[in-house]
C-alpha cells in the first residue's frame, strides 16, 4: 500500500487470490450474492463498494437473499428502529442457512462497529459467519478467503471489528446501482459529537478526501454519462480540515464546477453551525451546483439546540435562510427534524413548528428520538410518554404536508429543469424525472429522453408528483 497523508490506494491485488479462490470453490457456477445497505446515503455508498469488491472476485448478484452464496447485510444504528429490523432480517436467514448450509452470512456497517452489537451476534447468532466495521470494508477479500479456506479446516467464522483508524483506502472498486445518479462520498466520520447521535462513535472521527482524488472521480462518472451525483458527509461545511493543500467546502465545488459537462451537482449534509457565505455565493454562481440546501435543523427551540451540542440557534439558523434566500431566489431547503428530545416540553415543540412555517421547507425528514448507547442523550431524563412523542409527531407531519402542499402549488405554471430517469406513473406516455430540488416531475415523452435534461412546464400537483409538459 501507498500512503499520501490520511488516504492510502487499494491493492487491488489482493483480489486476485480471492478470485483463485472463489474459482477452484465454484467451477463453472457463478457463485450469487445479495448485498442490502440499510440507513443512509453514506451506508448505500459504503455498499456499492462491496459489490465492486465481490464483483471482482467472481461474484454475481441476486435480490433474493434465499438464493444466495453470500448475503451481506450493510447495519444502520442511527435508531433502534433500524437495528430491531436488522436482528429481524438476520433471524429470516437462519431457516435459508438451513436449507443452504454453505451460505455465507455476513454483517458489517455501524452497528458492528459497536462493541455490544458484535458481542450479541458472536453469542446469539452462532449461523452468521462474517462481522466487520467500517473501518475494515478494504478487507473483505482477505476476510472472506480466510472464512472460505478456515470452513475446509473447521474453522467457522471471521470477526473483523476492532481497529478505528482514519484512512481513506482509494481505488476500491465500485458496483454503481444506477447509470444516471451517483454518490461521491468526499469525507467520512464526524466530529460534532451531537448529544443524541451515535455517528462519531462508530464511524470514528473526520477525514476528509484529497481534492485531486474527488475530482479525478467526478471527471470518470461524468465520461460515464453520469448526471446527477451528489457528494457525501456528515458535515460537508467542515470539508478539508486536516487536508495539506488548503480547500476548504466552497474551494472544491469550485473546482468540481470547472469539470466540462453537463451534469448537477448535489450535496449532503450540511451542518447550520459551518455553512459559510462563501458557500451560499458558489451555489448563486454556479449552475452545475443544485440550489437544494439539506439543513438539518432538529429543533426550533434554542434550549433544546444547546442540550443537542448543535452549536447555532434559531437566530443564526434563520439568518443563513435569509442570506441564502436573498443571494438564490430559487432556493429550497429540506431539513431533518427530532421529535421528543428528552426534557423536551410540548411549548418548544411548538417553537419547532412555528420554525418549519417559517422557514416553509420543501420536505422533512423527521424521527421520535431514540435513545443509542453512549451517547449523552441516552442518560438523559426522558419523561414524556412515547404516546404523547408520538402526538406531537402527527402534529408536525400535518403542519408539513400543508407547507408542502403549498410550496408545490407554488410551481403549477413555473418551468422546472429535469432529469430524465425513466417511465412516470402519471400513466403510458409519461415519463418521469426530478428537478434540482429533487422534486419529482412527470411529463409526457418517450424513452429516448432518458439521461437527458429536459425543461418542463408545471401544469398541476398530484400526490407522486409534479406532473407538466416539455416546452424546450
Ligand atoms: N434519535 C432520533 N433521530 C436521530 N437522528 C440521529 N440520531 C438520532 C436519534 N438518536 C436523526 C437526526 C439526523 C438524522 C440523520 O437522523 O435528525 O440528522
Ligand atoms: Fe450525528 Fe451530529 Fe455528526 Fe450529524 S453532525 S452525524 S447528527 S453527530
Redesign the pocket.
Known amino acids: 500500500m501507498t500512503g499520501t497523508g490520511g488516504s492510502q490506494q487499494f491493492d487491488s491485488r489482493l483480489l486476485d487470490s480471492a478470485r483463485q479462490l472463489i474459482q477452484r470453490l465454484f467451477g463453472d457456477r457463478i457463485p450469487l450474492a445479495h448485498v442490502h445497505s440499510y440507513g443512509?446515503q453514506g451506508n448505500v455508498s459504503d455498499g456499492e463498494k462491496i459489490s465492486g469488491l465481490l464483483a471482482q472476485m467472481g461474484y454475481g448478484f441476486t435480490a433474493d437473499p434465499g438464493r444466495a452464496d453470500l448475503v451481506i447485510y450493510n447495519t444502520c444504528a442511527?435508531?433502534e428502529h433500524a437495528e430491531e429490523k436488522l436482528f429481524g432480517n438476520v433471524g429470516a436467514l437462519k431457516h435459508a442457512k438451513r436449507r443452504n448450509p454453505d451460505m455465507v452470512i455476513g454483517l458489517c456497517g455501524c452497528m458492528m462497529q459497536q462493541p455490544a452489537v458484535a458481542e450479541k451476534i458472536k453469542k446469539s447468532y452462532p449461523y452468521v459467519d462474517l462481522v466487520f466495521g467500517t473501518h475494515a470494508l478494504q478487507n473483505l477479500p482477505q476476510n472472506l478467503c480466510e472464512l472460505l479456506q478456515g470452513r475446509q479446516q473447521g474453522k467457522k467464522r471471521v470477526f473483523d471489528t476492532d481497529e478505528q483508524k482514519n484512512i481513506i483506502y482509494e481505488g476500491i472498486p465500485t458496483r454503481r446501482e444506477g447509470s444516471l445518479k451517483a454518490w461521491v462520498p468526499i469525507m467520512y466520520g464526524c466530529d460534532n459529537f451531537?448529544s443524541?447521535?451515535?455517528?462519531p462513535l462508530v464511524r470514528g472521527r473526520e477525514v476528509s478526501r484529497q481534492p485531486a482524488d474527488v475530482l479525478r472521480e467526478i471527471e470518470q462518472l461524468v465520461g460515464q454519462g453520469y448526471r446527477d451525483i451528489t457528494l457525501l458527509g456528515q458535515n460537508v461545511n467542515s470539508y478539508g480540515k486536516g487536508l495539506a493543500e488548503p480547500c476548504d467546502f466552497a474551494d472544491l465545488l469550485q473546482r468540481i464546477c470547472q469539470i466540462p459537462g453537463d451534469f448537477w451537482i448535489r450535496f449532503m449534509?450540511s451542518h447550520p453551525k459551518d455553512i459559510t457565505h462563501k458557500l451560499i455565493d458558489t451555489i448563486a454562481q454556479n449552475d452545475k451546483l443544485c440550489n437544494h440546501i439539506h439543513l438539518?435543523v432538529?429543533s426550533g427551540c434554542d434550549r433544546v439546540l444547546r442540550e443537542m451540542n448543535r452549536h447555532y440557534d434559531v437566530e443564526k439558523y434563520l439568518s443563513i435562510v435569509d442570506y441564502a434566500r436573498q443571494k438564490i431566489p430559487a432556493v429550497s431547503f429540506t431539513s431533518?427534524?427530532?421529535v421528543g428530545f428528552p426534557g423536551e416540553q410540548y411549548e418548544e415543540f411548538l417553537q419547532t413548528v412555528d420554525l418549519i412555517k417559517k422557514v416553509r421547507y420543501d420536505s422533512l425528514?423527521t424521527?421520535?428520538?431514540?435513545?443509542?448507547p453512549g451517547?449523552r442523550?441516552a442518560k438523559m431524563e426522558d419523561p414524556v410518554p412515547a404516546k404523547e412523542k408520538s402526538r406531537w409527531f402527527g402534529q408536525l407531519l400535518e403542519v408539513q404536508r400543508q407547507v408542502g402542499r403549498q410550496r408545490y402549488g407554488e410551481l403549477v405554471g413555473q418551468t422546472v429543469r429535469v432529469l430524465c430517469e425513466g417511465p412516470g406513473k402519471t400513466g403510458p406516455g409519461y415519463m418521469s424525472g426530478r428537478d434540482e430540488h429533487n422534486m419529482v416531475v412527470d411529463f409526457i415523452g418517450d424513452s429516448t429522453l432518458c439521461g437527458h435534461f429536459v425543461t418542463v412546464e408545471v401544469d398541476r400537483v398530484a400526490s407522486w408528483a409534479l406532473v407538466g409538459h416539455r416546452v424546450d
Not at 424521527?367 to 443509542?372: A, E
Request: proline letters at 9%; one cysteine or more.
Open positions: 443512509c442511527i435508531r451531537c443524541y447521535c451515535v455517528v449534509t438539518p432538529q431533518d427534524i427530532i425528514f424521527f421520535i428520538f431514540s435513545p443509542r451517547t442523550a
